[in-house]
């Protein structure tokens, strides 16, 4: 079984490249993060035809998250246990940021686009914090449940744990996505028993995902490794391969980040 996790920034401005990419690289289950938009504003007829079930969780133009399967999509659901509102004033809403859905020979995926943190004394960053908190809440709860559960948490984490996963440390000196908490919480989930299942067979200096639009970073190589595939014991073991398709941040209209894809055999 192939998984993918994208974030496309848009479905609706990018659904060729999503259809494109399930084809050209035969993903059976694609995870995608701030896909903007309400589920009745996609027009996901092209999908179905293609023989793909589709679950898409949306709020507003911000955020989104959806899984694309073709070897079944059930049990779905459109958050994790203890994720906390925002704003944190109790004025907020749980934003659409999780969705959750058993494919295949019993995975338990989850696609994920964890809050940015926007700046270190923002209140955003402290709701990061907690989000990822209940991430990993979520995670020992499974694992304490069976050992044995085949659980993969991918998407977006707006977290760089290591230092060779920005291209230059002195350019984030006092921003977000770098900072101790923010690593401890990234690493948090990682000692629960969620390994990055991909590090290993691309490991840094200079393997990104992400390369913001400003300032040619991505000609450049100015970018960040931003978006992981956490797998479960069981799913650790189940991995042949793995790669990041660099070539979709290429060309007009692309998303600002690249497709992380793992192959998996149980």
Known sequence: MRIATWNINSLRARMDRV????????????????????????DLSAFEAAGYEVAAHGLNQWNGVALF??????????????????????????????????????????????????????????????????????????LAADADARVAFVGDFNVAPLDEDVWDMEAFEGKTHVTEPERAAFRSVVDAGFADVVRGDHPGPGVFTYWDYQKLRFPKREGMRIDFVLGSPAVQ?????????REERKGKGASDHAPVVVDLTF
Do not use: C, M
């Open 69 to 142: 399967s073709r070897v079944g999509l059930t049990d779905v659901r459109t958050e994790l246990p203890a994720v906390p509102s925002f704003p944190e004033d109790g004025t907020g809403v749980v934003e659409a940021r999780a969705l959750g859905g058993v494919v295949g020979e019993g995975l338990r995926i989850w696609s994920l686009y964890v809050p940015n943190g926007r700046e270190i004394d923002h209140p955003h960053y402290a709701y990061k914090l907690r989000w990822l908190e209940a991430l990993r809440a979520e995670g020992t709860r499974e």
């Open 19 to 42: 259809l494109d990419l399930l084809q050209r690289h035969e993903v059976d289950v694609l995870a995608l993060q701030e896909t903007k938009a309400k589920p009745e504003q996609l």
């Open 237 to 245: 073991s189940a991995v042949t391969g793995s790669f990041i398709d």
